[in-house]
């Protein structure tokens, strides 16, 4: 039982550059997360999908896109890399039930925008 | 705006003593209090939660206490042990939010043999 699963775990892109991060969980969960975390900052809510099929911004959502594409897997593209985006990006799932069932979070992919 | 605060950036305490880490709030519609411990290189791992409705909940080792009218939450540690040196985020949600947590910028916490 793997949980959640992020790839890559690390990848330099050159600014303009597009790609897509990975995010896979095997817990049979409705809600999925990405967030990013910066240097000296806390974790900021960049998309989520609450269930399948729907997918809704959050505080930090320009120059990101998502897709859900089924219940286990949501996708992270970024479409012209910028260095403002060099941060650690953060996976994370949850039932999506109540309260009682807090955000299960993947292990990271660190991004570098050159 | 930072609605979440955790103004202590980094602790450090003796093994076996208590670590108090301590956490501000502005937004009065949060009614959901988590704490968060990220060790390097992996993800934050959930420890402990509050609802609005309690003012204290315990779990082994951990209790967070909630003090609503001074939108101040603190997460104690009795006894600290090494292995709990790490990154300590706190972090809020309201109800009818889609569970989108609003995190501190976290504390990192030593715990000194």
């Not at chain 1, 890399?81 to 993947?106: D, I, M």
Request: hydrophobic residues 30%; proline residues 5%; contains cysteine.
């Amino acid at each position: 039982n793997a949980g959640v699963t992020q790839t890559p775990k690390f990848q330099v892109l050159k600014t303009g550059q597009s790609m897509t991060l990975q995010c896979a969980q095997d817990m049979n969960h409705n809600s999925m997360y990405w967030y990013r975390q910066d240097p000296g900052m806390g974790l900021r809510l960049i998309y989520y999908s609450a269930s399948e099929g729907t997918t809704d911004k959050g505080e930090v959502p320009n120059g990101y896109n998502v897709s859900r594409l089924n219940k286990r897997e949501f996708s992270l593209r970024l479409e012209s890399a910028a260095p403002s985006q060099t941060s650690v990006y953060f996976c994370a799932s949850r039932p999506g039930l109540n309260y009682n069932s807090p955000l299960h979070f993947g292990n990271g992919t660190r991004l570098t925008v050159t | 705006d930072q609605q979440v605060k955790q103004n202590s950036p980094s602790l450090s305490v003796q093994e076996g003593r208590i670590s108090i880490l301590n956490c501000d709030y502005t937004n009065s519609m949060f009614d959901y209090f988590l704490w968060y411990k990220k060790y390097p290189a992996e993800g934050p791992t959930f420890l402990i939660s509050i609802s609005s409705i309690k003012d204290k909940n315990e779990d082994g080792r951990f209790t967070v206490f909630l003090n609503k009218s001074a939108k101040h939450l603190s997460l104690h540690i009795v006894p600290s042990q090494p292995g709990d040196s790490a990154v300590y985020f706190c972090a809020a949600t309201r109800g009818g939010s889609n569970y989108k947590l609003t995190f501190g910028k976290g504390t990192l916490l030593t715990v000194n043999p």
